[in-house]
Structures are given as C-alpha cells and as structure tokens.
C-alpha cells in the first residue's frame, strides 16, 4: 500500500567525471580517469581496482583523498552495493574535507543507500542529522521506523498532524497512516490500529478502510451483538460489500425488529448489487421479500395505532422503533416518536437508541442534529464508537 520514495538522490553518482583542473601527479591521474573509463563501461571490479592504485599512493592532499573516495562512492552505488556505497558516503561526511555546499547532496546519498542496504537504524540517525526539514525524506524515515517495528516512533512523528486533525485541520499523510496501521498490526497493538484505520476513513474513506474497520470493531467481545444490525447500516452507508447471506440475515433482523422499512432497503441493496432477485436461492428470496412487503403495507397503515398502544403502554422501545420505522420510510414525523421515547427516560439501551436517533436526523435531513446526537452518544458497548464512524459518512 505504500511505496519507498527515492527520487534522483537513491542513485547519485556525485563524480561523472574526474577534475583535473588542478595540478595532479600521474600517478593519481592516470588511475582514477582509467576507473572513470571502467565505470562508463560498467566494468565495476576493475574500476574498483583502479581507484584502490591510486589510494595507494603516499602523501595525497585532502582534495585528492576527497576525489577518490567520491569516486569509489560513484563506483559501488552504480554497482548496486549500497552498503558499500552507504560505507563510503558516511566516510566522506566524516571526513571533514567536504565543501559545506555539497554536504546535503551527500547526505541524501548516504540516507538513500543505507536505506537501500537494510541498515534502518543508520538512516534515521543519517535523516535526524542532515535532512530533518526535508520533506522528501520523512517517508523514507517512516519507512525505516516501519521496517525495524518501531511504531512507536511512528506515532510520535506524526502526533502534531494527528492533534492537528482532531483540531479540524489536514490528517496525516495517507501513505503515513498506511504504515503505522500496518505496524500495529504486525505488532498486533489492535486499539492502536482502530486509531489507526478511524483516521483513514475520516481523511481517505474508501469500502477497503471502512471493511477493515468495521471488522475489526465486530471481532471485539466488547461490543454487544444488540448492535449487529447498527453495524451492518454502517457498512452499508460506507459502500462496504456484502455476500449474500448477510443481506438476507439482516432484512430478516430488521423485520423482528420492527423495521419493515429497513427490511426493504437491505434488501433492496442486495438487489442492487446482484446478490438478491436471483440464483439458486431465489425460491427463499422471493418469500423474504413477500414478507417484508407485507410487514412494510401493515406497518405504514397501522401506525398510529401502533403508536397510541405503545405510548398507552409506557412502551417506549416500541414507540421508538415505530418512529424510526417512519423515519426510514420517509416520513420525518415519526423523529418526534424517537425524541419523545429518549426523553421518557424509560429506555434500556439509551447510547444505541442515541445512536439511532442520529440516524433518525441523518434520514431526515437534519445532519447538525445528527451530528450533535452521534457526538453525545456515550458507553462502553460499542454505540460511541458506532456515532464517532457515523460522523465521518461522506
């Protein structure tokens, strides 16, 4: 999901061609512009040999230490050694004897070959050291972090943008968050990859996030089974395929539930997306959906009565159920019946009934009632959780 970011710096070759501008005994001269000879023809060992003659040579000045080992850097990373390249860049920088103008070029270097030879601790400490600002090389420190399992250092490196986000500013980078999602999942830190995955689909929402998300929310034994069927409106608001078992066993939840209305829209969803109306099962399904029609006409004619029974009753569940019901089919009355339910104080479950209520306005056109509900919601069952995701359907 993520790709390592190298630009021109992952394979410099920093001398093309060798300055002799500058008074050079023969003895130098003569092997270092053969081993530029060799490297054009990509005769690598040989150039190799070639720079190895001429450090040999006693009493060289600074600047011709600086030549051959800018080639030999040339050499290995043209080569495809790039531990060896890694090597001769960190002996460069070390040296002292590199012109201040050349040492971010070199630097770049040095990050991109250790990064390229495994040695991850060693890029970081490269990036801490001469490219913290550069922007092109913070990947390449995440990615290093990652490859070591430090997820940790992840976290931390992109706490400001995460606080930032929380503050309605710009999420973290998607390829970021990618990682540090990954991480915590190798390192099997579930809550931190929930996190993880609430901000991808809050900043880059797509069915494979809201997928994997929401089936790692059903898999906790935290979250109560009352909220099955919450769960799957989610994914069906977030665009998450389902087989076709799914769409039966949920149109018939609905039904027991009292939610003919909803009944109607799985089952519908499932028609849309060739999974219902066809096939071996059709026999099943035609039945289903007979009966979801028949509770669908029912329930719209017998509503007010319905409701007047369940308010005479102190029913409350039910008379809230009846509202949604209403709601769901279009019918934005029946967001009083849901309202004056939870004000009756006599409901069991007032986070998933909060929940749903947010629902109830987001049905209704009202998304900042909703979204004031969804933000109220609280509990430990999985409804909080369920309102926080709600929030971010596009």
């Known amino acids: 999901m993520f790709n390592t970011m190298f630009g021109a710096a992952g394979a410099v070759l920093l001398v093309a061609t060798v300055a002799v501008a500058d008074p050079m005994p023969a003895t130098l001269a003569t092997p270092l512009l053969n081993a530029e000879h060799l490297l054009s023809a990509h005769k690598y060992a040989a150039a190799l040999a070639a720079v190895a003659q001429a450090d040999a040579v006693p009493n060289k000045t600074p600047d011709e230490q600086l030549t051959i080992a800018q080639l030999r850097a040339a050499i290995d990373t043209a080569s495809g050694n790039r531990a060896a390249a890694a090597n001769d860049y960190a002996a460069i920088l070390a040296s002292g004897a590199l012109p201040a103008a050349q040492t971010q070029t070199m630097a770049e270097s040095l990050a991109s070959s250790q990064y390229q030879a495994g040695e991850y601790a060693k890029t970081v400490q490269t990036i801490k050291t001469y490219l913290a600002d550069d922007a092109r090389f913070h990947t390449i420190l995440l990615q290093s972090y990652y490859q070591m399992g430090d997820c940790k250092s992840i976290s931390a490196d992109m706490a400001p943008a995460i606080k930032a986000a929380a503050h309605g500013g710009h999420g973290p980078a998607e390829t970021e968050l990618q990682m540090l999602a990954y991480c915590d999942t190798n390192a099997k830190n579930m809550p931190g990859y929930v996190a993880d995955m609430e901000l991808l689909v809050q900043f880059y929402p797509n069915p494979t ?186």
């Open 209 to 394: 996030y809201w997928s994997g998300l929401i089936g790692q929310l059903q898999s906790d034994p935290a979250y109560s089974d009352r909220l099955a069927l919450d769960f799957f409106r989610l994914k069906l608001a977030a665009g998450v395929a389902a087989p076709e078992a799914d769409y039966m066993e949920y149109t018939q939840e609905a039904l027991q539930a009292g939610l003919p209305n909803t009944a109607e829209q799985i089952f519908a969803m499932g028609q849309k997306n060739g999974l219902l109306g066809s096939g071996a099962d059709l026999d099943r399904q035609t039945r289903l959906k007979a009966l979801v029609d028949k509770r669908r006409d029912a329930a719209k004619a017998g509503a007010a009565e319905q409701a007047a029974q369940a308010l005479a009753g102190k029913d409350f569940q039910a008379l809230f159920n009846i509202g949604f019901n209403e709601v769901a089919g279009g019918d934005a009355s029946g967001i009083a019946l849901m309202e004056q339910s939870i004000r009756s104080g006599a409901l069991t479950h007032i986070d998933q009934a909060e929940l749903e209520m947010g629902m109830g306005y987001a049905m209704a056109g009202e998304a900042s009632k909703a979204n004031a509900m969804w933000r109220a919601v609280g509990g430990n069952d999985g409804a909080q959780r369920l309102a926080t995701l709600w929030r971010y359907i596009r």
